[in-house]
């Protein structure tokens, strides 16, 4: 291991920054040390913080972090929060350059706690915790008195914010598994992800991922392992597991070259999309289109989840962020049909119609508008129980299948599910010169 390097060594305060490895790989490597004032940002902290993100920006190296904080530091007025400001704004220039990985592993408050909401992957320890105001400032507003656990605790941003990728138990581990994320990434969004070493042919057949499908279509699998019958070596590095867990979002190889992978998952809420989830694959879709990782896309899939609460809390802005995230990605974008793929859900999984390179379907898929007892409630409800029967089974077979589809152009092959390796494999071998010229704009205005 080399020497660090640091940067802005002499400057006083409680952050330090130096230019380091990890998991192998040359990082800027910057650290708020909570053992002075717990960790409060004083102007030079700010400015430390600062240099440290202009470093890995001018040198294109990956951000990472090591934050415990209590704030901008109140002996220090205004330049504490100008030097926060700096920072923030040296965080915000790096977003979508570099990848900027953090691991949180004390109190992090107010200013400091944002800068979570602008790193790529947060890692979390147990004891660890990060609010914008605590719960002196929580209890004084509204009465309700709540600890720092309860209020921003790993497991509430793990659970139920997304802040958190992941829950550690202490900074080493959290270090090993930020390592781990990097290995899939590239140092800069100009390069591609290093390759990995393989043994695993990418011929070889993948029969266990069609066995595991139940009988019914209404029947649970876990699709993560159908993702590991696919990728290399069945390892499958899964981020915000616990945070909208009816949709996996996860890091993989495929032939030893580092992919995304978006999937479905039946045995949570049978795998319908709701708002968290539509952020989940939202962000995701977004980090592996910044850092050129092709995205591999698992659908089974009955729609939208249903709701009033839903409908109220905005599932028409936050349904689009999915939609906006893989209608402007650029990378390789190869899906495969599973089974369901109803309605706008199968729309904004990555569909033919979203712009998806190559679409794949088993022959289980069901690519329709709605399931077939629904289509017959709608269509034939002035008739019996026992024409409704008929008419679903009629629509089922004619309809709930991937071959109208195929014969559409909406799906590339159908395909047996002991080729899904070799067929995935294959569209991503041919994909790998793909380039797209972007319209000349400054940004979109899609959804947040």
């Given at each position: 291991?080399t ?6 060594g ?8 130096a230019?380091d490895?990890?998991?192998g ?7 708020i ?5 717990r960790?409060a940002l004083d102007?030079?902290?700010g400015?430390?913080l600062?240099?440290a993100a202009e470093a ?5 190296l ?5 934050m415990?904080?209590?704030g901008?530091?109140?002996r ?9 400001g ?9 977003s ?5 990985l953090?691991?949180?592993t004390?109190?992090?408050?107010s200013?400091?706690?944002?800068l979570?909401?602008m790193a790529d992957?947060v890692?979390?320890?147990s004891d660890a915790?990060?609010y ?7 209890s004084?507003f509204?009465?309700e008195?709540?600890?720092?656990q309860?209020?921003g605790?790993a497991?509430?941003?793990a659970?139920q ?7 550690t138990?202490?900074?080493e581990?959290?270090?090993?598994l930020?390592?781990a ?13 290093p390759c990995?070493?393989t043994?695993?042919p990418?011929e ?11 009988p ?5 699998y876990?699709v ?5 019958a696919?990728?290399d070596?069945?390892?499958?590095l899964e981020?915000?597991?616990a945070?909208a867990p009816?949709?996996?979002t996860?890091?993989?190889t495929?032939?030893g070259?580092p992919?995304?992978?978006v999937?479905?998952q039946p045995?949570?809420?049978?795998g319908?999309?709701?708002i ?6 939202a962000?995701?879709v977004g980090?592996?289109d910044?850092f050129?990782?092709?995205l591999?896309?698992?659908v089974?899939?009955s729609g939208?989840?249903?709701g009033?609460?839903r409908?109220w809390r ?7 962020q ?5 209608a ?6 190869v899906c495969v ?17 979203m712009g998806?390179?190559?679409?794949l379907?088993?022959?289980s898929?069901?690519?329709a508008?709605?399931g ?30 991937p ?6 152009g ?8 002991a ?10 071998a ?7 010229r ?6 979109d205005?899609l959804?947040?």
């Amino acid at each position: 291991m080399t020497r660090p390097v640091p940067l802005s060594g002499r400057v006083p305060g409680n952050v330090r920054a130096a230019v380091d490895e990890l998991g192998g790989r040359s990082v800027v490597l910057v650290r708020i040390q909570p053992e002075q004032r717990r960790g409060a940002l004083d102007a030079e902290a700010g400015a430390t913080l600062a240099a440290a993100a202009e470093a890995a920006l001018d040198a294109r190296l990956p951000l990472v972090g090591v934050m415990a904080s209590s704030g901008a530091d109140v002996r220090d007025g205004i330049p504490a929060l100008d030097g926060w400001g700096r920072a923030a704004r040296a965080f915000g220039r790096c977003s979508g350059v570099v990848p900027i990985l953090i691991a949180v592993t004390g109190p992090t408050l107010s200013g400091p706690s944002l800068l979570l909401s602008m790193a790529d992957v947060v890692v979390m320890t147990s004891d660890a915790s990060a609010y914008v105001v605590g719960p002196a400032a929580v209890s004084s507003f509204t009465g309700e008195d709540v600890t720092p656990q309860a209020l921003g605790g790993a497991g509430v941003h793990a659970h139920q914010t997304g802040v958190a990728a992941a829950v550690t138990d202490d900074e080493e581990s959290a270090l090993e598994l930020l390592a781990a994320v990097l290995a899939h990434l590239p140092d800069h969004c100009d390069v591609e992800a290093p390759c990995w070493p393989t043994a695993d042919p990418l011929e070889r057949a993948t029969p266990e991922a069609g066995a595991l499908l139940p009988p019914t279509s209404t029947g649970s699998y876990d699709v993560l392992e159908v993702a590991r019958a696919v990728v290399d070596d069945g390892e499958v590095l899964e981020l915000w597991a616990a945070w909208a867990p009816n949709l996996v979002t996860a890091l993989a190889t495929v032939d030893g070259r580092p992919v995304g992978i978006v999937a479905n998952q039946p045995l949570a809420l049978a795998g319908s999309i709701d708002i968290a989830a539509s952020q989940k694959g939202a962000r995701f879709v977004g980090l592996c289109d910044a850092f050129n990782l092709p995205l591999v896309t698992l659908v089974d899939t009955s729609g939208f989840f249903p709701g009033k609460d839903r409908e109220w809390r905005g599932m028409i802005r936050h349904g689009a962020q999915l939609v906006g995230a893989y209608a402007r990605a650029s990378v390789p974008r190869v899906c495969v049909v599973l089974r369901k793929a109803y309605g706008g859900a199968y729309i904004v999984m990555d569909s033919k119609t979203m712009g998806n390179d190559i679409c794949l379907a088993w022959p289980s898929a069901e690519m329709a508008v709605m399931g077939a007892r629904q289509a017959a409630e709608i269509l034939h409800r002035g008739e019996d129980a026992e024409a409704r029967a008929a008419r679903e089974a009629e629509y089922a077979t004619n309809l709930l299948n991937p071959w109208t589809a195929a014969e559409r152009g909406y799906v590339d092959d159908v395909i047996d599910p002991a080729d899904t390796r070799r067929a995935v494999g294959g569209a991503l071998a041919v994909l790998r010169s793909k380039r797209e010229r972007l319209p000349h704009r400054a940004h979109d205005n899609l959804p947040l």
